[in-house]
């Protein structure tokens, strides 16, 4: 029988009665033939449809059942296919061979490996092209061991039809590693039919990408040398925007777009932040994605719209919209003093803001040299909470604060302090709480804040991210709004409720939930301790206290008095020994005869652990707490005659996070005589109500409140504080800012205020991305000085990367990461991407990359005892610069900058150290604080020598910008006078007036001198 020709006809699916006579007469071999030759003219049906429709299922199963059930007719291409005519011309080409005629495409996923196959089968219309499934091949086989027996029939069958009817088929396998990864029995079946390819009249297109090629092919040289590579690369750009423009024609959307500029973005933003994936697919699905937005919203197929598609699928930012107008202002507002480092920065921002960087690098790269913590500041006489591992101290003054230091992040857990940075003198603001919290800080000062409607969408259950404002630009919008008939004042700004600071547990002499009972019902001014509570509520207060000292309590003198027996005396009939008030209250003796209006929570059991405050609280309210109310209204509050009682009970709660607010009354006892009573009421929902009791009755109501209450369409919430008013100050203080190390940047001061801290590095994650929380990403590479680290710091670095490609990347003191580890940021640096652990291409293209350094130390050094400045403007740095880039090179040992980095680095930016006067004028301010603070606790006057800041700045001072600058000092003065002064009061505290006084000559003075014999005396005046 001679080879038929193919048969051609028109495009419809239709057939004539001629055409079917004539298809009866043939044989059935030559009716599967010309039927799949049919198939390939029928634009829309399925092939297996057609197939089954011109011959019996059966006898398809009888003549070719593998061939028939493992491949099927190769589908015609979905879209155009262009651009690859030179590798369609190479696989006729390899097609054609005499002998060896199979090919191997290999290419990134997504390149079109099928495309190009469906762009050969229009061309060579000679052949028949059948794709092969590796996955149903395997499926059939079942399991390992029979797939080579599989793969041999499959084959066999596939020779037979080509010998009967003398037609060559084309077998078009994709994901051809999964055949060969299977069994070594499998690749051993396959060699001999790709070794006969030519003679046996089958021709074979396996295809694969580079990675599979390399893991499953690529080791067998014998299976590799039988197959033609042919290697497909992405198609260029041109190519690809004629693939998107037929793409637009097909779904309609060609008239959205008026020139190609649309197509030549998804091109190269695809490039550029997809470097994972391979073109054309990656353009095709970010096109794919617009067209079903604008069929859907009916939006512009514009930029915009790509925006939008990019951030949706990619995390991707393209919509740059910072006002390039206004960087160095903005930066300026919220960074103090760095007027030259803001520059710098600004000036590298321009390029981003106008597209005009490098594309094949990260946005921008910047060194920080000097101070990185510049900016937003307390008043330095604040207090703020702090952690020791053993309890002891739990206070210190925010100017105080040093780095190791432990505060409290928003949730009650220590973070570290990273830096501390002196501010000077400083207007200053104080905001006030609507429960009575105060707080003072600067006008720059940043704060979290949700304004009332995020307040209420947030308490509604959806997601709200949360603004972040300094003092000054809440002082501009005003805290509070009136409405048109209303002469209420509704706040406008609400910020975090604090959690439950987390100290650690205290050995206390006296169990916190008794001591809280003795506080609210104890007859402290009796010689024996004694108990007040009625029957109900003493099997429950009382009993628990006389568990606690392993006593019966027994009633006296009458049934509302309870006393606690040691034992039975040894005479017959003699009174019982009785626990005596000054025996149990040893430990808090200010307790001891204490009047009701005189009780106070002892210091130290105010800062216990959680557990232990909360029992605290509970015996206080089981006592004198109460619970109640009118309308389903359950309210808490603590009444008590003492108001520094009042005051402790408010410190204690704010610590656990309990906000509340005071209120006092006067109360007309017999005799006419009156009395302040004060009550604390506190503000938490129903569910929390419950934690103020454990006497079972007040517990009860508090559980019913619970019950009662449920399904309530309006639930208050007490998870936030509104800010009630802002006022300014009428004198300067001295402040500083800290930068800790908490991915919110915010800790707790003052009143157990969830503030703010700053850095230029978290500004400039805001002013880019327009929040500096999830967009600053930090690195101590500290943590990555072994070699040993350098895969966990890869790892980390593409996860965080992949997971948000547009962030400011923070690598802290990147001098102390190893040679390893820093061979990972040239490539960030250089190229823009990195691999993962998946070998997956990351890309950094769209990230700003900051580097922190204390290389260089020396030149700062010099700056700052020659050409300090307090404003950062930069003058005298500019003169520095080449020496400061020369330093930073040039440095050795455990502080050795990488060289090799600067040159890959945009710029360098410099923090300038605070000038001497700067600093004499934060220790003349410490130096005041601590006059004032003995004259109010100790009634002692003190007359200070005018040398004691000259000894203490430039003598004692130490003027080495490691040192710390103004902190040093501060600490001098700490060490040397107020340890001095508190010596003398302890040993002579009947003074009035003492005298602080420098004795021995200065060098400061004396410049012959070499070293001073100076040393600081206190003496009294007489």
Known sequence: ????????????????????????????????????????????????????????????????????????????????????????????????????????????????????????????????????????????????????????????????FVKDEKHELVLFIDEFHQIIQLSDAAVEAIKPVLAASGTRGIRIIAATTYEEFHKHISPNQPLVERLQRINLNPPDQATTIKILQGMAERYGVADEFYDDHIFRQIYEYTQRYMPASAQPRKSILVLDSMVGWHRLTHRPMDRDLLSDVLMESLNVNVAFRVDGAKIKQQLDAKVFSQDWATGAVARHLQLSVADLNDKGKPMASLLFTGSTGTGKFCIDSTQVPVYSSDGEITWKLHGDLVPGDRVFGRQGRPVEVLGHFPQGMQDVYRVTLWDGRTLDVGGPHLWTVYTAKQRSKKH???????????????????????????????????????????????????????????????????????VSSDGDDADHTVWTVGEWLGSAPKSYGHNYSWVFPVGVGPVEDRRDSLYQTKDVLASVPDLIGARSAERRIPERYKHGSVQQRWALVQGLFDTDGSIGGSNDRFNVSYSTFSKGLTEDLREVLFSLGVSNTITSWIRTKEGGRELAEYGVHVKVGNEDKARFFSLPRKHEIARRAVIETS????????DMVGIASIEKLPEQQSSSCIYVNDEEHLYQAGQFVVTHNTELTKQLARLLFGDDQRHLIRFDMTEYAEDSSFAAFRSELTKRVWDLSHAVLLFDEVEKASATVTRVLLQVLDDGRLNDDNNREVSFLNTYIVLTTNAGSEIYKDISQYAADDTGSGKQLMEYEKL??????????????????????????????????????????????????????????????????????????????????????????????????????????????????????LVSDDKNLLSSDAYVEVSAVR
């Not at 399904?711 to 007490?718: A, E, N």
Request: hydrophobic share 40%; glycine share 8%; proline share 5%.
């Open 1 to 160: 029988m001679s080879n038929p020709r193919p048969v051609h006809g028109s495009k419809g699916p239709g057939l004539n009665s001629g055409a079917f006579r004539a298809l009866h007469s043939m044989s059935y071999r030559m009716r599967f033939m010309i039927g799949f030759r049919l198939i390939f003219q029928l634009n829309h049906q399925s092939s297996r449809e057609v197939l089954r429709g011109m011959f019996h299922e059966a006898q398809l199963d009888e003549h070719y059942p593998l061939l028939s059930k493992l491949s099927e007719p190769l589908k015609k291409a979905e879209r155009d296919i262009v651009g690859r005519e030179h590798e369609t011309m190479q696989l006729l080409a390899s097609m054609s061979r005499p002998e060896l005629c199979n090919a191997l495409l290999l290419a990134e996923a997504g390149s079109g490996k099928t495309a190009l196959v469906q762009a050969t089968m229009l061309v060579d219309k000679d052949r028949l092209y059948l794709e092969v499934d590796p996955a149903r091949m395997i499926s059939e086989a079942g399991n390992a061991g029979n797939m080579a027996a599989k793969l041999k029939g499959f084959f066999d069958e596939a020779e037979d």
């Open 460 to 530: 509604a259950g959806k997601d709200v991210t949360p603004m972040v404002l300094s003092t000054q630009e809440m002082v501009e919008r005003g805290v509070v709004r009136t409405y048109p008939g209303d002469s209420r004042e509704h706040l406008k700004f609400f910020i975090p409720a604090n959690g439950p600071v987390h100290w650690p547990e205290r050995d206390f002499d006296v169990d916190p939930y008794v001591l809280g009972v003795l506080i609210g019902n104890g007859c402290l001014t009796e010689t024996q301790l004694t």
């Open 711 to 718: 399904g309530r369409k309006r639930v208050k919430k007490f």
């Open 884 to 1001: 400061i880039r020369r330093s930073i090179s040039s440095t050795t040992g455990d502080n050795r900058f990488p060289p090799e980095l600067l040159g890959r680095i945009d710029a360098i930016v410099p923090f300038q150290p605070l000038s001497l006067s700067t600093q004499q004028k934060i220790v003349r301010k410490k130096l005041r604080q601590m006059v004032q603070e003995v004259f109010v606790k100790h009634n002692v006057r003190i007359d200070v020598d005018t040398r004691v800041l000259q000894y203490l700045i430039e003598d004692k001072g130490d003027t080495d910008s490691d040192a710390g600058g103004a902190r040093a000092a501060v600490a001098k003065l700490t060490d040397e006078v107020t340890t001095a002064v508190a010596t003398f009061l302890n040993e002579r505290p009947s003074e009035r007036r003492i005298r602080i006084d420098v004795v021995g000559d």
